[in-house]
C-alpha cells in the first residue's frame, strides 16, 4: 500500500477557486470538505445519505471527447472529495452573495417567498440553478423534475416551484394575476362583489433582475488542459486509514482491480457512501476509474445499443431518450420501459451521480432497472486481465448466486440492451410509497414475446424487485405460460403460480407483507392488460390480416389501469385582502413583506448554529443510546471508546453535577433504560468523526426487564399512564342513546409523525472561564427552557445561563421541549471537559432520540337520528405518550378541549388519557393532538353519513355549529367566520359538480377512482393556563436613528422577526429599514415563553406595540415641538434631554382559564376557523394516489403579512397531508424505531402537492389581537385531512362497486398498503393470509 508521502495532490475548482490538497483524505466528503475545510457553510447537512438535497452542488466537468462541458446537480454528503480530481465545483455561495451580487435564482426564490426557515433554500438554489446552466429557458415540467431531489419541509413547495417558473419562456403564472381571469376560479366574481377587494399579487415580478445566462462564470481554462493532457498517470491519494486509487488507462484498472479484488469501484458512491456511513463497511482501498473513455460510451448496432458503464443514469436516460426518438417504436420498448422508471427513480443529483455500471452490479434487491434490463435481455460486458466474457441479466447473476457473479477482478465495461421486436412487449412497473424519490415497496420488469401473428406466448419473463432479498424471476410460471394464449385464463393461473413461486414469508424484513403479495399479482395484472390491449393495436398495424376476434381489446372501463399517474406542474392562486388604499405609504402592515432574512436563506449567508466558526479548544459529541426497550444497565464499559484516537472522555450520568432528572426527563439513562434510543452516555472527541468511532466502542450490558409497553393496547392492558384521565361532558349522554334512531361504534387509530425540520438539533454549548457561567447557541422554539434545565444539571442559578437563538431550520413543535434535554446533556459535557461542545445530531439520531406527534388511539359511540343528526357521542382518547412526561398531559387536555371541532352535539363525552410506554418520549408538534383526534370526529361524521346515505358533507353542514353558542367546555363564540369558510370552500371548489363529475368518472373507471372531500375547522390558538400566554420586547433606539429590537419569540422560518420589524415600523412610523432584529436570548427578555401554539405574532407583537408606543410616549413632546422634524431629528433632541431610548414592552397575556373539576373555562382566547376541499384519484390496483386539486379557506381575519401567513397555511397543509397519507414510522415489536432517514420515512416531494392549490384568506373581525389579526401557524394542518377523507371517499366509491360494505376503518395515514388492501377484489382474494400467532411481524403499530 503506498505510504502517505507518495499521495499525488488532488486538484479542483471551488467556486473559481483552485483547491490544491497535498493531503487528500479518501473518507473526507465535499460536504464535510466545504463546510469544514473551506468555511463555506451555504451548503447544509440534512441526512449525509443523499435524499435530502439540501448539500446541492454543481459539479461541471470538462469531456475532451466532446469538448463540451457537462453541469449536473450533485449531493456533496455523497461525494468523495478524491472524486473530484479536474472538477469544478460551485456551491451556493459561488452563485451569487448579497456582498457581491444576488442571483436571479437566489432573489426569485426569496421574493416569492420560497423560503421559510431557508435551510432547504441553498439546496433549492444549487438545483434551479444547475438546471438553467443547462437550459436556460426550460420548461416548468424541467422545474418540476429539477426540484425533486429536495426536500422542504416548510413551504409545500408551491412558491419555490413558482420562483424556478419565472425562468420559463412562457407564462407561466396564473393568468388571474394578470388578467384578473384565473383558470381556477370557475366561479366568477365571488369575491368581486365583496365589499373589501381581494388581492392575489404576493410579489412584484417587475423588481426581478433579469437573468442573464452569459454572465455565469466560466469553467476553469485549468481543468480543460489538465483533461486534454494526453500523458494522464495514476493518481494516488493517501488517507489517514484509506487509500484512493485513479488508474489512468484501463489496462491500469484491470491491474489494479487484480491487485486489490476486494477494492470498490467507486463510480457514483451512491451505494459505497450510504454503505459505509450507515452499515459501518470498511474497504482500506477505492478504486476509482471515474472518466475512463472506455467506460462512457454509447454504441448501437442493428440488434442493440451498447452503453458504457460509466454512464450516469441521468446520461442513460438522454442516450435512451436520444434513441426512442430516432428509431420505430416496436425496437424501443425496452427503452421506453427504462426511461420510464429513470424519471422517478431516486432525484435528479443521485440520477446525475449514479452509474448504470454501479446500478447494475450493485443488484440491490430494490433496483428499478435491473428487473426491466434482465425482461429486456440485457447482458453485461465485462472484462478483467483473462479478457472479456458476457452476463446475461436474466440468468442467476441478479440473484446474487456466488457462482454467476462477478469475480472480484472483473470490471463492467458496458450493458448491451437489445431491441425489442413487433410481438414482443416489455413493461417495467413499479410501486413505492412516494411517486418519485423513493425505493419501491415492489417493482417489476416483464416482457412477453407472442408466435408472429398470435396471441401464444412464445417466451415470458418476470423479475421482481423487493420481494425477497435480491431481484427475483419467476422463471417457473414463466416456462409453464409458454404455448398459452394471453387470456384471461392464462391470467389467472399465472397469479396463481407467481404466488406460489414467490414466497415473501410472513416476518419478512421491510413488513408490509400481504400489500407486497397484493402487488406481484397487481402488477401483472397491469402488464396484462397493456399486452392486451398492444396486442389489439396490432389488429390495425396489420389492417386486415388479423382476426380482431382473436386479438380483442380491454374493457373501456379499464383503459385507466394502464398509465401510472402522470407528474403535473403544480400551480396555485392566493386571495387575501388588498390593503386599504388610504394607509400610509409607509406602513409595512398588511402588505406581502418578504421573509426578513429571506435573501440570507438563498444565498447561504444566514448563519445556523453549526455554521458557526470552529471555537477554540471544542469537541464534538457523539451519543450512544440504549438497544432495549427496558432494561437495567449492568454495566458501562468505556475503556476501549477512552482509548481510541482523539477522545477526550467519555459523559454519563456520574457526571451530572446537579439534577439528572428534571421534572421527570432524564438527561443520562441512570441504571435503568426506558426505552431504545435513550442516552447513556456521550463522547466528546477532536472530531465528530473520532467521537462516532468511539461511541460504538461503549460495551453495555444490559438485562431486560418486563413488563415492555411498546403500543397502547399493551399501556390500557397494563394500566400505564403518564397522567390523570380528563374529561368534557355536556348534557345527558346516556339518556340521549335511548332516543336515537341509531347508534354505531368504531375505533380510528392514528399512528405518530415525525418532525422532519430540516435542520437537526444542534447545540454548542461554551463554559465560561468565570463564576461557572455557560452560554449556550442553539435552535429552540424556547430557550428559557434550555437556561432552566442546564441550570438545574450544572446546580448553578439561570442568570449564569445565557442561551441563544438566531435562527432555526425548521421546528414545528419539535423544537420545543427537546433541546433543553439535548442542551443540557451538551452542557453537563462542556461542564466535565472544560471544552466548547458541538453537538450535532445526525439525521438517525435525531429520528431515534427525539420522538415526535404522539399516535392516538379513538373509541367512539355515536347516536344519531336516520337524518344525520348527532344526538350523542362518547369518545375517549388514548395518545401514545413514551417513557416520560415531556407535554402529553397538555396535549391531552388539548385533544379533548378540542376535538368537538366544528360540530354541535348536544350530549357530548370526551374522555382522554396519556398512556406511558417503553417509547422515546413523543412531543408538541404542530396542531398539539387537534389533528390527531379531529381525524376520530370526521370518521365517526363519515360512519354516520354511510349509514344514513348522506354524504359526509352533507352530515357534517347538519351538526355544524350554526349561531353563537357555548362549546362543549362551554366558551361562548360566535361560529360566522366557519360558516363563511364552509360555504365559500363549497361553491368555490364547485364541490356538488365536481362530485357529480367524479361519480361520472368512477362509473367509467373501474381501477381508479376519484374521491372528494370537504372539512371544516374551528381551532384555537394560545394556551389554557393564562401566565402561558405572557410576552415582554426590548427597543433600543439609538442615537443615529435605527432601531434594535428583540422580544421573547423565536425564528423558526415562520416569519415571527418579520412580522415584528412590521409592527415595529407601523407604531414608530419609521420605514422597516430602520429596525433591526438579530437574535433571541435569555438575556435580552428573561423568562420567556415558548414559541408555540400559533400565537407567537399574537403575544409578542402586543408586547413590541407596548414598547414602542412607551418610546413613543417619551418622545411626544419633542415631536410636538418640532412636527416637520425627522426622526434622527428627535432622536438626538431626545438624547440631549436625557429621555430614556430603550424600553421593555410587556403583554400580561389573554386571560384564559379552564377549570378541570367543573369541566368548564374561557380556555383559548379566540377561534381560527376554515375548510379545505380537496379531490383524489385512487389507483386501486397499487394504492397509489394523486391530490388533483386543493381548495382552502382560511380564516385569518386582518393579515399583517398575506405572504408569510398563505405560506404558513400551505406549508402546514403539505406536511397534515404527508402526516395523514405517506409519512408513516415503523417500530419493531420490541420498540425499534426502524424509519430513521429520508430512505424509510417519507414526507411529501414536489411530486405530491396538489396539480391545482388555491388559499384564501377569509377576512374576519378579531379585535383581541394585534391588529384584528389570527394566529395561523398551525390551523393548515388539520385542513391536509380533506386529502385522507378525499381518499377514503374514493375508496368507498370501489368498494361499493365491488359490493363490499361502505363503511371500513378509517384509519390515517391512508399510506398505499392502506389504500390497496381496502379495495378488496379478485387479488386480494388470491393472496394467501397467515395466522399472526405463528409469527413476529417485522413491524407494528403503536397506536
Ligand atoms: C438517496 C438514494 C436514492 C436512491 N433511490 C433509488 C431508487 O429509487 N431506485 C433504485 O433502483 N435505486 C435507487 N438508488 C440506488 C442507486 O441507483 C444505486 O446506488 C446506484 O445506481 C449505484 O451506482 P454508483 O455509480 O453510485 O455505484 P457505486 O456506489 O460507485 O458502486 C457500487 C458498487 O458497484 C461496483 N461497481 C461500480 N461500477 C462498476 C464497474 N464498472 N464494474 C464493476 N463494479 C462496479 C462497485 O465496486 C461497488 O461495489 C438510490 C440511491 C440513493 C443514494
Ligand atoms: S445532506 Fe446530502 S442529501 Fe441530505
Ligand atoms: S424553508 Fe424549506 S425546509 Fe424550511
Known amino acids: 500500500m503506498p505510504s502517505p508521502s507518495n499521495s499525488d495532490e488532488l486538484i479542483f475548482f471551488v467556486n473559481g477557486k483552485k483547491v490544491i490538497e497535498k493531503s487528500a483524505d479518501p473518507e473526507t466528503s465535499l460536504l464535510s470538505f466545504v463546510r469544514k475545510v473551506l468555511r463555506l457553510t451555504g451548503t447544509k447537512y440534512g441526512c449525509g445519505g443523499g435524499g435530502c438535497g439540501a448539500c446541492t452542488v454543481m459539479v461541471s466537468r470538462y469531456d475532451p471527447k466532446s469538448k463540451k462541458i457537462h453541469h449536473y446537480p450533485a449531493t456533496a454528503c455523497l461525494v468523495p472529495i478524491c472524486s473530484l480530481h479536474g472538477a469544478a465545483i460551485t456551491t451556493v455561495e459561488g452563485v451569487g452573495s448579497i456582498k457581491k451580487r444576488v442571483h436571479p435564482v437566489q432573489e426569485r426564490l426569496a421574493k416569492c417567498h420560497g423560503t421559510q426557515c431557508g435551510f432547504c433554500s441553498p439546496g433549492m438554489v444549487m438545483s434551479i440553478y444547475t438546471l438553467l446552466r443547462n437550459h436556460p429557458e426550460p420548461t416548468p415540467e424541467q422545474i418540476t423534475e429539477a426540484l425533486g431531489g429536495n426536500l422542504c419541509r416548510c413551504t409545500g413547495y408551491r412558491p419555490i416551484v413558482e420562483s424556478g417558473k419565472t425562468f420559463c419562456g412562457e ?110 463497511e470498511f474497504y482500506p482501498v477505492f478504486i476509482s476509474p471515474l472518466g475512463l473513455p472506455e467506460l462512457y460510451f454509447v454504441n448501437t448496432t442493428n440488434d442493440e445499443v451498447t452503453i458504457g458503464a460509466g454512464y450516469s443514469l441521468a446520461q442513460l436516460n438522454d442516450a435512451l431518450y436520444f434513441i426512442v426518438s430516432d428509431q420505430p417504436k416496436e425496437k424501443t420498448k425496452t427503452y421506453h420501459a427504462l426511461l420510464k422508471h429513470l424519471r422517478t427513480l431516486a432525484g435528479p443529483q443521485i440520477r446525475n451521480m449514479a452509474t448504470l455500471g454501479g446500478h447494475v452490479v450493485s443488484q440491490p434487491n430494490f433496483s428499478d432497472l435491473n428487473p426491466i434490463l434482465a425482461a429486456g435481455n440485457a447482458t453485461i460486458n465485462v ?84 420481494v425477497g432479498p435480491t431481484v427475483v424471476s419467476a422463471s417457473q410460471t414463466c416456462k409453464r405460460l409458454i404455448g398459452r394464449q394471453w387470456d384471461d385464463q392464462m391470467l389467472s393461473e399465472a397469479c396463481r403460480w407467481v404466488l ?43 389492417s386486415g ?75 464534538f459529541l457523539a451519543v450512544v443510546t440504549s438497544t432495549r426497550a427496558h432494561a437495567k444497565i449492568l454495566s458501562i464499559d468505556i475503556s476501549e471508546a477512552l482509548a481510541c484516537p482523539g477522545v477526550v472522555d467519555v459523559i454519563t450520568a456520574e457526571d451530572v453535577p446537579g439534577d439528572n432528572n428534571h421534572s421527570g426527563e432524564i438527561l443520562y439513562a441512570h441504571n435503568e433504560v426506558i426505552c431504545v434510543g435513550q442516552i447513556i452516555c456521550t463522547v466528546a472527541a477532536d472530531t465528530y468523526a473520532h467521537a462516532k468511532a468511539a461511541a460504538k466502542q461503549v460495551k453495555i450490558a444490559y438485562e431486560d426487564i418486563e413488563p415492555k409497553i411498546i403500543t397502547i393496547e399493551q399501556a390500557l392492558a397494563h394500566n400505564s399512564f403518564l397522567s390523570d384521565e380528563r374529561k368534557i361532558e355536556q348534557g345527558n349522554v346516556e339518556h340521549a342513546f335511548e332516543n336515537v334512531d341509531q347508534i354505531i361504534e368504531g375505533e380510528v387509530h392514528v399512528e405518530g409523525q415525525e418532525h422532519f425540520y430540516m435542520e437537526t438539533q444542534t447545540i454548542l454549548a461554551i463554559p465560561k472561564a468565570e463564576d461557572k457561567e455557560m452560554v449556550l447557541h442553539l435552535g429552540t422554539q424556547f430557550p428559557t427552557h434550555v437556561q432552566e434545565y442546564v441550570a438545574a444539571a450544572l446546580k448553578v442559578p439561570r442568570s449564569r445561563i445565557a442561551c441563544h437563538m438566531r435562527r432555526t431550520g425548521g421546528a414545528f413543535g419539535g423544537k420545543v421541549t427537546k433541546p433543553a434535554l439535548l442542551g443540557a446533556v451538551s452542557a453537563v459535557a462542556a461542564n466535565k471537559t472544560g471544552h466548547p461542545i458541538r453537538f450535532i445530531l445526525e439525521r438517525g439520531d435525531d429520528m431515534l432520540i427525539t420522538a415526535g406527534r404522539h399516535p392516538l388511539l379513538g373509541k367512539y359511540k355515536i347516536g344519531f337520528m336516520n337524518n344525520g343528526e348527532i344526538k350523542a357521542a362518547d369518545v375517549e382518547y388514548y395518545i401514545n405518550g413514551g417513557c416520560t412526561p415531556d407535554e402529553s398531559e397538555l396535549v391531552m387536555e388539548f385533544i379533548v378541549l378540542k376535538s368537538e371541532n366544528a360540530y354541535y352535539i348536544p350530549n357530548f363525552r370526551c374522555r382522554g388519557r396519556a398512556c406511558k410506554t417503553n417509547l422515546p418520549s413523543n412531543t408538541a408538534f404542530r396542531g398539539f393532538g387537534f389533528p390527531q383526534a ?8 363519515s360512519a354516520v353519513a354511510a349509514k344514513c346515505n348522506l354524504l359526509p358533507e352533507e352530515v357534517k353542514e347538519i351538526n355544524m355549529y350554526k349561531r353563537t353558542s357555548k362549546t362543549a367546555h362551554k366558551q361562548t363564540f360566535n361560529p360566522e367566520p366557519l360558516r363563511r369558510c364552509w360555504k365559500e370552500c363549497l361553491e368555490k371548489s364547485s364541490f356538488y359538480a365536481r362530485k357529480q363529475a367524479a361519480e361520472e368518472f368512477n362509473k367509467k373507471n373501474f381501477w381508479k377512482k376519484r374521491g372528494l372531500a370537504v372539512v371544516p375547522m374551528k381551532f384555537t390558538i394560545g394556551i389554557p393556563i393564562a401566565f402561558y400566554n405572557q410576552a415582554a420586547a426590548l427597543v433600543h433606539i439609538y442615537l443615529d436613528g435605527s432601531v434594535l429590537l428583540t422580544h421573547g419569540g423565536c425564528e423558526l422560518g415562520q416569519g415571527l422577526h418579520t412580522k415584528m420589524i412590521q409592527v415595529a415600523s407601523r407604531e414608530l412610523n419609521i420605514p422597516q429599514s430602520y429596525v433591526h432584529l438579530s437574535e ?33 410616549d417619551r418622545l411626544q413632546p419633542i415631536i410636538k415641538k418640532n412636527p416637520k422634524g425627522k426622526w434622527e431629528e428627535w432622536i438626538g433632541k ?38 379545505s376541499f380537496s379531490e383524489v384519484e385512487v389507483d386501486c390496483l397499487t394504492g397509489a394516489h394523486k391530490l388533483l386539486r386543493t381548495d382552502i379557506f382560511m380564516d385569518a381575519a386582518f393579515s399583517i403579512n398575506p405572504a408569510l401567513d398563505i405560506g404558513q397555511v400551505e406549508g402546514a397543509f403539505i406536511q397534515g397531508m404527508g402526516f ?25 416531494t414536489v411530486t405530491e402537492i396538489p396539480e391545482e392549490i388555491s388559499v384564501t384568506l377569509v377576512h374576519s373581525q378579531n379585535p383581541i389581537a394585534i391588529y384584528s389579526s389570527k394566529g395561523l401557524g398551525e390551523a393548515g394542518m388539520f385542513l391536509g385531512s380533506s386529502v385522507l377523507f378525499a381518499i377514503y371517499d374514493a375508496v368507498s366509491a370501489a368498494r361499493r362497486e365491488r359490493g363490499l360494505s361502505n363503511t371500513f376503518p378509517l384509519n390515517s395515514p391512508a399510506t398505499p398498503e392502506v389504500i390497496r388492501m381496502a379495495c378488496v377484489d379478485q387479488f386480494i382474494d388470491m393472496i394467501p393470509s397467515d395466522d399472526p400467532s405463528t409469527f413476529t411481524p417485522w413491524s407494528i403499530h403503536v397506536s
Request: hydrophobic letters at 35%; aromatic letters at 10%; charged letters at 25%.
Open 171 to 280: 407564462s407561466t403564472v396564473c393568468q388571474m394575476k394578470g388578467s384578473g381571469k384565473c383558470c381556477m376560479d370557475q366561479d366568477e366574481g365571488s369575491f368581486v362583489s365583496r365589499e373589501e377587494k381581494m388581492c392575489t399579487k404576493l410579489y412584484n415580478e417587475d423588481e426581478f433582475q433579469p437573468f442573464d445566462p452569459s454572465q455565469e462564470p466560466i469553467f476553469p481554462p485549468e481543468l480543460i488542459r489538465m483533461a486534454e493532457d494526453p500523458n494522464k498517470r495514476r493518481l494516488t491519494f493517501q488517507g489517514e486509514r484509506t487509500t484512493w486509487i485513479m488508474p489512468a488507462t484501463l489496462k491500469d484498472l484491470l491491474e489494479l482491480k487484480a491487485s486489490y479484488p476486494k477494492a470498490p469501484l467507486v463510480m457514483g458512491n451512491t451505494t459505497v457512501g450510504p454503505n459505509i456511513k450507515f452499515k459501518d
Open 383 to 466: 472484462i478483467s486481465k483473462e479478457g472479456t466474457r458476457q452476463i446475461p441479466l436474466n440468468g442467476p447473476f441478479l440473484e446474487g448466486s456466488p457462482e454467476a457473479n462477478l469475480r472480484p477482478e472483473e470490471v463492467v465495461l458496458s450493458i448491451s440492451i437489445p431491441y425489442s421486436t413487433q410481438w414482443h412487449f416489455v413493461s417495467g412497473l413499479r410501486m413505492a410509497q412516494r411517486q418519485e424519490n423513493a425505493f419501491a415497496i415492489v417493482n417489476a420488469g416483464m416482457s412477453v414475446k407472442f408466435e408472429e401473428g398470435t396471441n401464444t406466448i412464445k417466451d415470458l419473463q418476470m423479475f421482481y424487485g423487493h
Open 500 to 542: 406460489e413461486e414467490i414466497r415473501i414469508p410472513p416476518a419478512a424484513e421491510g413488513g408490509m407483507v400481504e400489500f407486497r403479495r397484493t402487488l406481484i399479482i397487481s402488477l401483472l395484472f397491469k402488464f396484462y392488460l397493456k399486452v392486451r390491449r398492444g396486442l389489439n393495436k396490432m389488429v390495425n398495424d396489420f
Open 545 to 619: 390480416s388479423l382476426d380482431p376476434q382473436k386479438f380483442p381489446d380491454i374493457p373501456e372501463n379499464f383503459v385507466s389501469a394502464l398509465d401510472d399517474f402522470p407528474i403535473q406542474t403544480p400551480q396555485g392562486i392566493q386571495m387575501f385582502q388588498c390593503v386599504d388604499p388610504k394607509q400610509p405609504q409607509q406602513d409595512p402592515v398588511g402588505h406581502p413583506v418578504m421573509h426578513q432574512s429571506a435573501i440570507k436563506h438563498a444565498t447561504g449567508e444566514a448563519v445556523f448554529v453549526d455554521d458557526m466558526p470552529p471555537i477554540d479548544q471544542e469537541l
Open 934 to 941: 379531529t381525524v376520530v370526529v370526521e370518521a365517526y361524521i
Open 1080 to 1112: 433571541t436570548s435569555t438575556i435580552t427578555v428573561p423568562n420567556a415563553i415558548f414559541t408555540a401554539g400559533s400565537m407567537g405574532t399574537d403575544i409578542n407583537g402586543k408586547a413590541v406595540q407596548n414598547a414602542c408606543q412607551i418610546l413613543l
Open 1134 to 1171: 431626545a438624547f440631549e434631554e436625557s429621555i430614556s431610548l430603550s424600553a421593555t414592552g410587556y403583554f400580561k397575556g389573554y386571560q384564559t382559564n379552564m377549570d378541570w373539576e367543573k369541566e368548564e373555562g374561557d380556555a383559548y382566547p379566540y377561534y381560527v376557523y376554515g375548510a
Open 1220 to 1244: 395523514y397519507t405517506i409519512e408513516e414510522l415503523k417500530y419493531s415489536p420490541e420498540g425499534v424505531l426502524y424509519s430513521r432517514g429520508p430512505d424509510d420515512y417519507k414526507i411529501p
